[in-house]
């Protein structure tokens, strides 16, 4: 662990979000761009990475006011364990149980998580970690695909079997009749394209269907019904939350509807939670009804994707999968049995290189595990509710200042822990982004809201301090407000 005593400045937090361009030019200049025939030495590369490198790395998980995207950090918990898992590195793919507890680690941390977000384990068997909550969209999309091409069969008359994973698209729907599919979901997260893209299901099968332009990350209801009536076979991707607004797909009647009208057409239900699914440990008061709802009656879903790298705050990369459909998880992602034999009778913990993309996996399980474990539930449930109320306290400056205005509404108890904003006066706006960011003390993303620019604060840290971050956004928005408006600025 000496290594560890040499990177000791990891565990304290940064107050600058991003490196100055001078720290990033010299750390690129200062790379070693031909392979040396004799090695360097260990001591050369440790001040090369820490003195040339590391400076001109992005602060973005160590600095509480990095806002641009949910990188979340990582707590010290998750950072010892990260060390541990490197150091050990253990290779959680065959269930060997006389080998390694690895298994049974990965297996009770994605149980304990599950108890942190209320997910009953009985009803989703299926679990996974991955690297992301691209991975998981993948699985879900894979299973997805699946299950309605066996479906859509199923249903035939004569009924027939047939299944993608073993005779691939083209001939599965073909014997079921399968001509189209269609992913129905609501403002999409860009990964989902991507899944489906991956998956053989096609970008252009995404359908968004949102109920209005006040409301295009909510559901329309209707339009979802005859979609479904419709002969296509259909994946519906719920969006909790929308990646812009933070806001969510639906509510538990919604849900329940969803679940109704999938088992009516053979449809399968996917939950893109990436970072949404959060709002599960958060208390049912009335200052989160909005929330509670939007995550109401997540049990209901086929399967579930969620990031630990972004809210649980563990180093990347991390996200993981549930879902209820482990026979088919284990189909569509199984190895051919006699390659990866586990360890006789010890079956009561799935082999995790049949259930996900990877055979040789990280053990990415640690980090969430000690995470978990060292701070509880409570400071899970606390820690969200300090990032909701950092982000609704600028929510409410935002909505009483002459100079913003708050998006997608002005309703500040939908407000999760995003929040989006533009500037009334168009000069201004066109360079809002880039004048927050001037000073480096806070980052913010720009993104497109309704066709025009605005721009997103998301409130992903653990080191999140409601009045300290929120002086130093209103500083960075105040500052802006005055260089937009300065004589000789270009912003009249
Ligand atoms: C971040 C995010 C993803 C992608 O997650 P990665 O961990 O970056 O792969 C997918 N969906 C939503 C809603 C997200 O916010």
């Known amino acids: 662990m000496s290594l560890q005593a040499d990177l000791d400045f990891t565990s304290t937090e940064v107050f600058e979000a991003v490196s100055s361009e001078a720290y990033v030019e010299h750390a690129a200049a200062s790379l070693i761009s031909s392979l040396p025939d004799d090695g360097l030495g260990l001591e050369h590369i440790k001040k090369h990475l820490i003195n040339d490198i590391a400076p001109g790395f992005s602060g973005s998980s160590r600095c509480p006011t990095y806002y641009a995207y949910t990188t979340g950090g990582v707590t010290d918990a998750a950072l010892f364990a990260d060390w541990v898992a490197s150091t050990y590195d253990q290779n959680v793919h065959v269930h060997l149980p006389r080998d390694t507890v690895a298994t049974s680690v990965e297996s009770?941390?994605?149980?304990?998580?599950?108890?942190?977000?209320?997910?009953?384990?009985v009803r989703f068997p299926g679990r996974i970690f991955t690297t992301g909550a691209t991975a998981s969209n993948v699985l879900g999309m894979a299973l997805g695909r699946e299950f309605i091409v066996a479906e859509a069969g199923r249903r035939k008359s004569p009924p027939i079997r047939t299944s993608v994973a073993e005779l691939g698209v083209l001939e599965a729907c073909f014997q079921a009749g399968v001509e189209n599919i269609q992913v129905l979901a609501t403002l999409p997260h860009s990964s989902l394209y991507k899944a489906a893209s991956a998956v053989g299901i096609g970008r252009d099968s995404v359908i968004a269907l949102p109920l209005s332009d006040d409301e295009p990350w909510r559901f329309d209801m209707d339009a979802l019904a005859k979609h479904l009536a419709s002969e296509t076979a259909s994946i519906i991707s719920i969006s909790a939350g929308e990646v812009s607004s933070g806001r969510f797909a639906t509510n538990g009647e919604e849900m329940a509807r969803i679940r109704t009208l999938a088992d009516q057409h053979g449809a399968w239900v996917h939950i893109d939670g990436a970072f949404g699914l959060q709002a599960l440990v958060l208390p049912h008061t009335e200052a989160y009804k909005a929330l509670n709802e939007g995550v109401s009656s997540f049990h209901l879903a086929d399967s579930i994707a969620g990031d630990a790298h972004k809210l649980l705050n563990v180093p990347y990369d991390c996200g993981f999968f549930f879902t209820r459909a482990l026979d088919l998880q284990q189909k569509v992602?199984?190895?051919?049995?006699?390659?990866?034999?586990?360890?006789?009778?010890?079956?009561?913990?799935?082999?995790?290189l049949n259930l996900g993309l990877e055979n040789s996996?990280?053990?990415?399980?640690?980090?969430?595990?000690?995470?978990?474990?060292?701070?509880?539930?409570?400071?899970?449930?606390?820690?969200?509710?300090?990032q909701i109320a950092l982000a609704r306290r600028i929510g409410s400056y935002i909505l009483n200042s002459t100079v913003y205005e708050l998006l997608p509404n002005n309703d500040i108890d939908q407000i999760y822990m995003v929040v989006l904003f533009r500037a009334h006066s168009e000069s201004l706006n066109a360079q809002l982004v880039p004048l927050l960011n001037a000073s480096?003390?806070?980052?913010?993303?720009?993104?497109?809201?309704?066709?025009?620019?605005?721009?997103?604060?998301?409130?992903?840290?653990?080191?999140?301090?409601?009045?300290?971050?929120?002086?130093?956004?209103?500083?960075?928005?105040?500052?802006?407000?005055?260089?937009?408006?300065?004589?000789?600025?270009?912003?009249?």
């Open 108 to 121: 009770t941390t994605l149980r304990l998580l599950q108890q942190l977000l209320s997910l009953d384990e």
């Open 333 to 352: 992602f199984g190895n051919p049995a006699a390659a990866y034999l586990s360890t006789p009778g010890a079956l009561s913990i799935p082999t995790p």
């Open 361 to 386: 996996r990280r053990f990415r399980a640690l980090p969430v595990y000690a995470s978990l474990v060292a701070y509880g539930r409570i400071w899970h449930c606390k820690l969200l509710e300090r």
């Open 440 to 492: 480096r003390e806070i980052r913010v993303s720009g993104l497109p809201w309704k066709g025009q620019q605005a721009a997103r604060i998301a409130v992903g840290n653990w080191r999140v301090d409601v009045d300290r971050d929120f002086g130093v956004i209103v500083k960075a928005l105040e500052a802006a407000a005055v260089a937009g408006s300065a004589p000789g600025s270009s912003f009249p």
